[in-house]
Every structure is written in structure tokens, then in C-alpha cells.
């Protein structure tokens, strides 16, 4: 992970009635293309009877590096799925997954029409959802002496860090992670109490 970013904190559900049409936006945090076709699987169980159920997921994160995918699920090419993705994408929100569910109310739309009620379902629905920010976190492995385990783990502590595991062998060992933003802090801020012999490998 390179980035913070900002996920559903919740699943939702809004409907939305245009021209005798319901579309029902179900939005749901989804980490991975499998738990996004999962979800779509769940509403085809929830919603057996309606007309389509329409996909789109952004699983990552939003600014790059993303697994993407959309499905029109048998409306006309491109006025489903992927104005719904367009939308997520708009928004820069990550590891969402949203499926739009509509029951035909008998009054055709046009392509034009399609395109502009999938896009404002899943919009309705991105302004009411409630949001969490995934905080992007760093690995890294911490050695030092046995002298300076004690001003590690209280520096450690201090800069929000977590100590994964801890080895003792001719030197003290550490795995730590931490948010990506305080690492070159805590990293130079050890290196300057113990005049360069704590030092940090931070994994890729």
C-alpha cells in the first residue's frame, strides 16, 4: 500500500425511481475482485426477481495499482457498468464494490438514459456514505543492542508503532509497522539517540 485512502466504513442501500424503474445502489467495502463478485452473487439471492443487477468495483487502492472491473449484466454495452465505475472512479474511493439492481417499470430509457440513471444511483448513493480512511502502514526491521531495547520500544510507542515480533540473539531483532507517514521521523529520531547503531530496513 502506497497511500492513504478513504473506504465504505458500512454497506448501504438507496433506491431511486426513474420512469417507472426502480434502481436499488447497494454499495459495500469489497478488498478484491472476488469479494466484489461475491457481493453481486448476494444481491442476485436478495433481489431473485428484478431485471438486472449491474457491477462495479475498485479493489485497492483508488490512485493506482487497483484491481478495476464492470459488468452491464445485459443492459445495452457501456450504460451500466461502466458509467457506475466511472463514477467510483470520480469519487477516489477504494476497495468498493457497487452493484446497482434495477426492475424494469416498463418506459424504455435509450442508451443515453441508461447511462445517466446507473451514473446517478451509484452518485446518490457515494453522498451518503459513510467513509473510513484505510491508513497506508510500513513494515520494516528494527536491530539493535541490548542497551537500547528499552528506547526503542518507548520511541516506538511514542510514534504510534507496533512491535510484531522481537528476536534476541547477539543483537535484538525487531519487526515492527507503522503508518507510512512517521517512518523517516522514528527512523531519524533513532539513529540520533543511539549515534547511528539503530537501524531500520523498511520493506518495499
Not at 438514459?113 to 457515494?126: E, H, M, N, P, T
Not at 456514505?129 to 541490548?146: I, Q, T, W
Amino acid at each position: 500500500m502506497s497511500a492513504d485512502y478513504f473506504v465504505p466504513a458500512q454497506v448501504i442501500i438507496v433506491e431511486t425511481e426513474i420512469k417507472k424503474s426502480r434502481f436499488i445502489a447497494c454499495l459495500a467495502p469489497a478488498t478484491s475482485r472476488k469479494e466484489a463478485l461475491a457481493f453481486v452473487e448476494s444481491k442476485r439471492i436478495e433481489y431473485p426477481d428484478a431485471t438486472h443487477h449491474c457491477l462495479a468495483f475498485v479493489a485497492g487502492v483508488p490512485e493506482g495499482g487497483a484491481v478495476v472491473g464492470s459488468d452491464d449484466d445485459g443492459e445495452p454495452s457501456g450504460t451500466a457498468g461502466r458509467p457506475m465505475l466511472n463514477v467510483l472512479q470520480h469519487k477516489g474511493i477504494g476497495d468498493i464494490v457497487a452493484v446497482v439492481v434495477r426492475y424494469f417499470g416498463g418506459v424504455k430509457l435509450g442508451a443515453g438514459g441508461l447511462v445517466r440513471a446507473y451514473s446517478a444511483s451509484v452518485q446518490k448513493a457515494c453522498e451518503v456514505l459513510p467513509l473510513e480512511k484505510r491508513v497506508a502502514m510500513k513494515h520494516g526491521v528494527l536491530m539493535c543492542d541490548y542497551a537500547h531495547e528499552q528506547v526503542v520500544r518507548h520511541h516506538l510507542e511514542q510514534y504510534h508503532g507496533t512491535l510484531e515480533t522481537c528476536n534476541y540473539g547477539q543483537a535484538v531483532s525487531m519487526t515492527i509497522s507503522m503508518a507510512e507517514t512517521g517512518c523517516d521521523a522514528l527512523a531519524s529520531h533513532l539513529h540520533d539517540v543511539s549515534r547511528g547503531q539503530i537501524i531500520i530496513q523498511w520493506q518495499d
